[in-house]
């Protein structure tokens, strides 16, 4: 009950960005649904969508049974069908999102949504200048950055072969990694599938501490920056 009352706020109320409700509601057709959310995570725009939360449930509901994909009822196919599919969402995604970047450019950056925010943008060409191939498979692991690198890589131009094959490197390790942990943690405390709203709350605070990291030291920065050199640059 109590980690019912801390969850709903964290996901704002909504119900289908809970993987527990998604599964009990959608039974079969939790995977479907997941490589739906999992293909607009990575290229459309939506951040506020639970990537690796769902990947680390589906992990857990494979090894605990709560789940067969395609009427599937051996956990080690139904592993290896799960990462196959999820992989591929979160690949084309990416392509879809490049694509976009890369046909639309700077119309993107000139507006400045709700959803699709300048800021964000402006936050993943740092990010994407500062690592510059890396950022597309260590960008994955981060959200809001998972979202808009690919389409700042369109936007820059980035080199397609590259950008296709460090996507798809990219893509296989998000996946692998935290679909894995999910399953061999589920077969390891099976407790952990009737408990995944608190499994919820780690992976939710797990993934924010990366934006409140960046945060606090984009804001220490300009505290601590000149005076001078902020008025400087307003005048310029």
């Known amino acids: ?20 409700w998604l599964q009990h509601e959608y039974g079969g057709w939790f995977i479907w649904i997941s490589l739906a959310i999992v293909f607009v995570e990575c290229g459309l725009f939506f951040p506020f969508l639970p990537g690796d939360t769902l990947l680390f449930a589906l992990g857990l509901f494979i ?21 196959a599919m999820l992989t591929l969402a979160a690949f084309l995604g990416n392509v879809a999102g490049y694509e ?24 993943t060409s740092a990010f994407f200048e500062k690592h510059g191939n890396k950022a597309l498979v260590g960008g994955r692991f981060v959200p809001f950055v998972r979202t808009y690198v690919t389409v700042v890589a369109g936007v820059t ?9 460090w ?18 943690l589920g077969a390891a405390f099976p407790a952990l599938g009737e408990n995944i709203d608190y499994v919820t709350i780690a992976i939710l605070a797990f993934t924010v501490v990366p934006l ?18 902020r008025d400087a640059a307003a005048r310029a």
């Open 157 to 165: 131009l980035m080199d397609r072969r590259k950008f296709l094959l």
């Open 212 to 229: 409140a990291y960046e945060w606090f030291k984009r804001r220490r920065h300009h505290r601590d920056e000149d005076p001078q050199d």
């Open 100 to 123: 976009i970047g890369r046909r639309l450019g700077p119309p993107l950056y000139e507006r400045d949504g709700r959803i699709l925010k300048r800021k964000y943008l402006d936050q």
């Open 63 to 83: 090894a605990g049974g709560q789940i067969h994909l395609l009427g599937v009822e051996n956990e080690a196919v139904e592993l290896v069908m799960a990462v």
């Open 167 to 184: 996507s798809a490197v990219g893509a296989l390790l998000w996946v692998i990694s935290i679909t894995l942990l999910g399953f061999f």
């Open 1 to 20: 009950m109590i980690s019912g009352l801390v969850l709903t706020p964290l996901l704002l109320g909504i119900k289908w960005l809970d993987p527990e």
